[in-house]
């Protein structure tokens, strides 16, 4: 079955760095458009960045754009999120998701379309 497992979440203080990584399993990866979500505590989820299976377009939240980038390793089933200059409001789950059908950018923010989700990882920032 379909198994998607994040990793590299950890506590950082504002202005640091962390890369995410979500390994896949159980697809054909390079079929599926990818993207990052974060859920803050109490709060909803929310779509972070996004990339097309072949890794040529990518969008970005406004409130991530030139500090996280989204990338992937297909040859390694496996999705990237190197976030930079992190900030307190950051500080959420973050999940990867995989998606096959549509349009991979059409409310992709909202999650539709997106059936496979991992398990999530915690990223905290503190200042």
């Known amino acids: 079955q379909v198994q998607l497992a994040e990793s590299g979440g950890a506590s950082v203080q504002a202005g640091g760095s962390l890369r995410l990584s979500c390994a896949a399993s159980g697809l054909i990866y390079s079929n599926y458009c990818m993207g990052w979500f974060r859920q803050p505590s109490g709060k909803e989820r929310e779509g972070v960045a996004v990339i097309s299976p072949l890794g040529s377009d990518t969008y970005y939240i406004d409130s991530v754009r030139g500090r996280f980038t989204i990338s992937r390793d297909n040859a390694k089933n496996t999705l990237y999120l190197q976030m930079n200059n992190l900030k307190p409001e950051d500080t959420a789950v973050y999940y990867c998701?995989?998606?096959?059908?549509?349009?991979?950018?059409?409310?992709?923010?909202?999650?539709?379309?997106?059936?496979?989700w991992g398990q999530g990882t915690q990223v905290t920032v503190f200042s």
């Open positions: 998701a995989a998606r096959s059908t549509g349009n991979c950018f059409n409310s992709w923010a909202q999650g539709l379309g997106f059936g496979y």
